[in-house]
């Protein structure tokens, strides 16, 4: 497991990534909006980059408050770290766990002006991840499919 309290090397660009699944074993994402320059119109889990000094388990609870309104409330698996290079030529490593979140789950707040939609993914679903972007759409995939494994 990737320590949460450690602060990843500052030469290599970190992210984190929340699978909050629902009482029904599913997975939230959301889809990014058309203008965002990484992955536009791809489904995505709760997730962001780690600012300089933060600490993988301090970006994850931010990130999944800023994009949800949810708090963090335990972290239940470490799903490992997957390394890609985005459609804007960064080499990214990306830690992504499942989690235990505080809150509405039927209202997240998302930030409307970078997604337009979510979802809740059980593995009948999954396809439906692999419809825009290869390969980070089959990276998405993968990491869901990891969590909902039992």
């Known amino acids: 497991m990737?320590?949460?309290d450690a602060v990843p090397d500052a030469e290599q660009v970190w992210?984190?990534?929340?699978?909050?699944?629902?009482?029904?074993?599913r997975a939230f994402l959301q889809r990014r909006g058309p203008d965002r320059s990484l992955f536009p119109g791809c489904w995505d889990l709760v997730a962001g980059h780690v600012e300089p000094g933060e600490t993988l388990r301090e970006a994850l609870a931010r990130e999944i408050t800023e994009?949800?309104?949810?708090?963090?409330?335990?972290v239940v698996r470490?799903?490992?770290v997957v390394v890609y290079t985005g459609n804007d030529g960064v080499q990214r490593h990306e830690v992504s766990y499942v989690v235990e979140v505080g809150g509405d789950l039927t209202d997240p707040k998302l930030e409307w002006d970078k997604h337009t939609?979510?979802?809740?993914?059980?593995?009948?679903?999954?396809?439906?991840?692999?419809?825009?972007?290869?390969?980070?759409?089959?990276?998405?995939?993968?990491?869901?499919?990891?969590?909902?494994?039992?």
Do not use: K, M
Request: hydrophobic share 40%; charged share 20%; aromatic share 10%.
């Open 67 to 74: 994009e949800t309104g949810w708090i963090l409330q335990r």
């Open 117 to 150: 939609e979510y979802a809740w993914f059980g593995r009948a679903e999954l396809p439906r991840i692999l419809q825009n972007s290869p390969p980070f759409d089959q990276l998405l995939h993968d990491t869901v499919a990891r969590a909902l494994q039992t």
């Open 78 to 80: 470490d799903l490992g």
């Open 15 to 25: 992210c984190v990534g929340a699978v909050v699944l629902d009482a029904h074993g």
């Open 2 to 4: 990737y320590e949460l």
